[in-house]
């Protein structure tokens, strides 16, 4: 990999700002030391969970935590890619290009880029106890039911 070279950016401080799970750090820094160049990673989760000597579980944490950062993308099952600020190219020229071609709104310099991560993070927790609720109501009308 020491023909690679990565985007022109501060790419590490605006991670660190993050405040992602610690599996998530890990598991970024794993996957960006196997990508290709452009940033595509053709790795499933148990693989990535043996190598970090992690349960398969805190990998998809970690993974979903990534997507929610906008950090990683998942292509399909076995397949991810970096988000291009973090991807080794193997010119410059190709790492500009590809930070060119982003939307700004995924770019981790875009302003806001850290508040809309928090917010992701909110939405899903929300959603999280959304399902909790109708699990729980389904539960006690199974109940009623039975009772009844």
Do not use: W
């Amino acid at each position: 990999m020491s023909g690679l070279h990565f985007a022109a950016v501060n790419a590490e401080g605006v991670v660190a700002d993050l405040d992602l799970l610690p599996a998530a750090y890990r598991v970024l820094l794993k996957m960006r030391a196997y990508s290709e160049p452009g940033g595509r990673i053709e790795v499933d989760q148990v693989t990535l969970a043996q190598m970090l000597g992690l349960s398969r579980a805190a990998v998809n944490a970690a993974l979903r935590d990534l997507d929610l950062a906008q950090l990683v993308k998942k292509v399909r099952a076995g397949i991810y890619q970096l988000n291009p600020m973090l991807a080794a190219y193997l010119s410059p020229e190709d790492a500009i290009a590809a930070v060119k071609a982003m939307p700004k709104s995924e770019r981790l310099n875009s302003p806001g880029f850290v508040e809309h991560y928090r917010q992701a993070v909110l939405a899903y927790q929300d959603q999280l106890a959304e399902k909790r609720r109708r699990r729980e109501n389904a539960k006690r009308r199974e109940t009623l039911k039975a009772v009844s």
